[in-house]
C-alpha cells in the first residue's frame, strides 16, 4: 500500500527539477553562443527525449561528488558508488542500462573507454566544477561521435563565453574524512577577444566502506580566441586528473557482514595479519582539446575539433599461494607449490582523432547537417610483478603479460529538419559507422595469436514534431542503434564463439511543454533488442565466463516529468518511471560440484520472460525547495529531495534470492548566500549544508552473483555494495 500512495504522489506531481529547454550549439552565430563542435546536441525542435541541466543547477548541487552523484535526480537514473559515499568508482544506469551502454562525450569528443566502452568518472575529479551544462539524451537519441548509445548520451559542454569575469574559491568538509579544496577562475571575454579559463581541484575521502580511500586531483584550463567579427572562434581545452583510490570492488556478501559488518572489505586480505596498504588504482589521464567554429555567408557553419588523451596508469594487488607458472617465474625452493607476490596490471593508452560538423541553413524551413568523426585508440595492457616471495630467477617489474590493442572508429552522418509548416516539421538522420579492431586473442585451438574484427553499423533514425497552440510539443520519433562487443568478448574468445554485435530499435512518444510556472513532460519508449549480449554463466573453450548473444529481449516504459511554481517562494518538482524489462527466453549455464566441491560441469536451464539485471521497474524522485528570505543581499533556501528505486536483480534469472532491495532515501539542503550590493568588488558568499540520507537507510545499490549447484541444490552467492547512512557535507565557498 505504502508503495501504492508513493506511485500515486509521484505520478500527480510528476516533475522536472532540471531545464528542458535547450539551444543549438553547432557553431557560434553571436558571442555568446558556445564553442564546440555539438552538432550531435538536440534542440529544442528535436524529436528525441531529452533534459538538461544548467550551470546553475550544477553549483548548487556540487560540493566535489562525482558527475552520476550531481545526475541522480534526473529521469530513469540510478547511481552507485563502490565506497559507499558518491566519491571514488561511481556508476550510472539510465532506463536500467549499465554504464557501458551509455555514450559520454565533452564538447562533442568521446569519453567511453574505446574497448571496454565503458565510463570511470574518477579519472575527472570534480570535473562538473567546469561544465557549463549537460544534456542527457535517453533511448538512442541523435547520432552521436563514439560509442553507440544503447540507454542514453551524456554530453557535457565546457565551452561557454558569456559569462563574466569571475574567481571562486569553494572548500568543503563532511563525514567520512571528506576534504575537498577547489580554485576556479574565468576572465570572461576580453575586449581583446581572449577568454581564460582555470580549475585546480583536490578531493579525499576515507570512504564508507573500510579502507575505500580516494585521494583525487584534477584540474581544467581553457583558452578562447573571439575573432574581430565574432565569425571565427578558436577554443583551447587542457584538462584531466589524477586518481589513487584504495579498491573496494569486490562487494560484500550477506555472510560477510553477518560476520563482520556491512562495511567490511574484502580486498587486500589476501596478505596474513593486516590487509595489504596499497591494494590501490593509480591512475593518471590528461585531455587536450582543439575546436574552431566559423560561419560564412550567413547560411554555413563550421565546426571541427581536434583531440588526444593520454592515459596511464596500474592496480596493484597482494595475490597469495598463486602458481609461478602463471608469471614466468621458476619453481621456489624446497618445492613449494604457492607463491605469494605483488603485481601491478598496467593501462598504457592512447586516443587521439578529429570531429567535426558542417550545417547548411537553406531557410527558415530547412536545414542540412553533415558531421562524423575519425578516432583511434591504441591501448597497451601489460602485467608487472614487484615482489614476490622466493622469486626464483625473475626480476622486479618483470612482464608476466604484455599485449597490445589498436581501434579505429570512422562514422558520419547526414542530418536534416524541415519545417512542413508552421507547427508541423520532419527529422531525419543518417548515420554509417565503421569500426575496425586489432588485439591478441585465441585460435580455435587456443593458442594465441593477432586477429581483427571489424564491423560496419548502418544507424537510421527520424521523427516527427508538432507544436501544439498551447505552446508545448507533441514528438515521435523511431532510431537504429548498433554496437559492438567489449575488449573481454574478443581477448577472451575463440573465433568460433565470438559473439555477435547488439542492435536496439527504439520508439520515441512523447509531449513536453516549459511553462512560466508550470512544465510537464511525459514520454513512452520501447527498446526492442536484437542479439543483446548479457552474461548467462556459460564458460568460454579455456573456461572464462562470456557473455552470449540472446536473440530478443525489451525495455517498455513509460516517464513522466513536472513542476510547479507554487509561489514565489515555493516550488515543487520531480519525475517517475515505470517498465518492464525482460528476455524473452535464454539458457542459462550453473557451474555444478560435488559434495567435495569438485567441478562436474555445466546444467542448463531454460528460462523465459525473465527481467534484464540491474532493471528496476520503478524509479521515481520527488523535491520541494523553499525560500525563507529573498531580499537585498540575503538568500536563505532548503531543499528536500527524495528517491524511490524498485527492485532490481543481480542476475538476468527473476529468481528471488538475485534480488536487491528496493529503496528510498531523503537528502536535505540548506543553502545560505550573501549577495554583493552596490561597488563591491566582492561577489556572493555562499554557505551549504547538505545532509544526505536523512532517514539513515541501509540500502543496496548494486551488486554481483555466482550461481552453483552443489549437489544438486541451486544456491546463488551474492555480493553486494552497501550505501552510507546518514552524512554530512558542508561547504564555503567565495566569489570574487
Not at 575539433?305 to 599461494?321: I, V
Not at 608469471?327 to 605483488?342: N, R, V
Not at 561577489?683 to 544438486?712: C, E, I, P, Q
Request: charged share 20%; proline share 3%.
Amino acid at each position: 500500500m505504502k508503495r501504492f500512495l508513493l506511485c500515486a504522489i509521484l505520478a500527480l506531481t510528476t516533475l522536472v527539477s532540471v531545464n528542458a529547454q535547450n539551444q543549438d550549439t553547432l557553431v557560434l552565430s553571436t558571442i555568446d553562443a558556445d564553442v564546440t563542435v555539438t552538432a550531435t546536441r538536440a534542440q529544442s525542435s528535436t524529436p528525441v527525449t531529452y533534459v538538461e541541466v544548467s550551470r546553475e543547477e550544477i553549483q548548487a548541487r556540487n560540493l566535489g561528488q562525482d558527475a552520476p552523484y550531481l545526475l541522480k535526480w534526473t529521469p530513469s537514473v540510478v547511481v552507485s558508488s563502490d565506497a559507499g559515499t558518491g566519491t571514488g568508482y561511481t556508476g550510472i544506469w539510465i532506463r536500467g542500462s549499465d554504464p557501458t551502454r551509455t555514450n559520454v562525450t565533452i564538447n562533442g569528443i568521446p569519453y567511453n573507454d574505446s574497448e571496454s566502452q565503458g565510463v570511470f568518472w574518477v579519472n575527472l575529479p570534480d570535473f562538473s566544477s567546469s561544465a557549463d551544462n549537460i544534456q542527457i539524451q535517453r533511448g538512442v537519441g541523435t547520432s552521436t561521435n563514439g560509442a553507440g548509445a544503447f540507454g542514453a548520451t551524456i554530453d557535457f559542454n565546457t565551452n561557454q563565453i558569456s559569462e563574466e569575469p569571475k574567481l571562486s574559491i569553494d572548500g568543503g568538509l563532511g563525514s567520512f574524512g571528506t576534504q575537498r579544496g577547489s580554485v576556479n577562475y574565468t576572465s570572461g571575454l576580453m575586449d581583446n577577444g581572449l577568454k581564460v579559463d582555470a580549475r585546480y581541484s583536490k578531493t579525499h575521502s576515507d570512504g564508507y566502506v573500510d579502507r575505500a580511500t580516494a585521494d583525487l586531483e584534477g584540474y581544467y584550463a581553457g583558452i578562447t580566441y573571439v575573432g574581430a567579427d565574432a565569425g571565427a572562434v578558436w577554443r583551447f581545452n587542457a584538462f584531466g586528473g589524477n586518481e589513487v583510490t584504495y579498491q573496494s570492488w569486490n562487494g560484500v556478501t550477506q555472510d560477510e557482514i553477518d560476520e563482520f559488518g556491512r562495511t567490511y572489505n574484502s580486498v587486500g586480505t589476501e596478505k596474513e595479519g593486516e590487509p595489504y596498504d596499497n591494494e590501490v588504482d593509480n591512475y593518471r589521464q590528461n585531455h587536450f582539446q582543439l575546436h574552431y567554429n566559423n560561419e560564412f555567408g550567413g547560411k554555413w557553419k563550421l565546426g571541427i575539433s581536434g583531440h588526444y588523451t593520454r592515459g596511464l596508469g596500474y592496480f596493484e594487488q597482494y595475490k597469495a599461494d598463486e602458481d609461478p607458472e602463471d608469471y614466468g617465474i621458476s619453481a621456489p625452493p624446497l618445492g613449494a607449490e604457492g607463491l605469494d607476490l605483488i603485481r601491478r596490471r598496467w593501462l598504457d593508452n592512447h586516443f587521439y582523432g578529429t570531429v567535426y560538423s558542417l550545417r547548411y541553413l537553406a531557410n527558415s524551413k530547412f536545414d542540412l547537417t553533415f558531421g562524423g568523426s575519425i578516432n583511434e585508440y591504441l591501448g597497451g595492457h601489460y602485467g608487472e610483478v614487484i615482489w614476490a616471495r622466493n622469486a626464483g630467477d625473475s626480476e622486479i617489474r618483470d612482464r608476466y603479460y604484455d599485449n597490445d590493442g589498436t581501434k579505429r572508429d570512422v562514422s558520419n552522418y547526414l542530418r536534416s529538419n524541415y519545417a512542413v509548416s508552421d507547427r508541423f516539421s520532419a527529422y531525419l538522420d543518417l548515420q554509417v559507422r565503421h569500426v575496425s579492431y586489432e588485439f591478441l586473442g585465441f585460435a580455435n585451438d587456443l593458442s594465441r595469436i593477432d586477429e581483427t574484427a571489424t564491423h560496419t553499423f548502418f544507424n537510421p533514425k527520424a521523427g516527427l514534431l508538432y507544436e501544439l497552440p498551447s505552446g508545448g510539443q507533441v514528438y515521435a520519433s523511431f532510431g537504429v542503434a548498433q554496437r559492438e562487443p567489449n575488449r573481454n568478448d574478443y581477448t577472451e574468445n575463440p573465433l568460433s564463439t565470438r559473439p555477435r554485435a547488439e542492435k536496439l530499435l527504439n520508439t520515441e512518444i512523447g509531449i513536453r511543454r516549459q511553462g512560466r510556472n508550470f512544465n510537464y513532460g511525459a514520454n513512452l519508449y520501447h527498446m526492442d533488442y536484437r542479439d543483446q549480449l548479457v552474461v548467462t554463466g556459460e564458460l568460454n573453450d579455456v573456461g572464462e565466463l562470456l557473455r552470449a548473444n540472446v536473440p530478443n529481449s525489451y525495455r517498455l516504459g513509460l516517464e513522466l516529468q513536472g513542476g510547479y511554481q507554487i509561489t514565489d517562494r515555493m516550488d515543487i518538482g520531480g519525475n517517475l518511471a515505470l517498465s518492464r524489462n525482460r528476455i524473452r527466453a535464454y539458457t542459462e549455464f550453473i557451474d555444478s560440484y560435488d559434495e567435495n566441491f569438485g567441478w562436474l560441469g555445466q546444467d542448463e536451464v531454460e528460462r523465459e520472460d525473465t527481467p534484464l539485471a540491474f532493471s528496476p521497474g520503478f524509479v521515481g524522485t520527488l523535491g520541494l525547495n523553499y525560500k525563507f528570505v529573498n531580499a537585498g543581499p540575503h538568500l536563505l533556501e532548503a531543499g528536500l529531495q527524495s528517491k524511490f528505486v524498485g527492485e532490481r536483480y543481480v542476475d538476468n534469472s527473476g529468481t528471488e534470492a538475485a534480488a536487491l532491495e528496493a529503496y528510498d532515501y531523503t537528502d536535505f539542503r540548506l543553502a545560505y548566500t550573501l549577495r554583493p550590493q552596490g561597488e563591491s568588488r566582492l561577489g556572493a558568499l555562499r554557505f551549504t549544508l547538505l545532509v544526505r540520507n536523512v532517514a539513515d537507510n541501509l540500502y543496496v545499490t548494486n551488486g554481483w552473483g555466482y550461481r552453483y549447484n552443489f549437489v544438486g541444490e541451486e544456491t546463488l552467492l551474492k555480493g553486494m555494495y552497501p550505501q552510507a547512512g546518514r552524512n554530512v557535507l558542508l561547504g564555503l565557498g567565495l566569489d570574487f
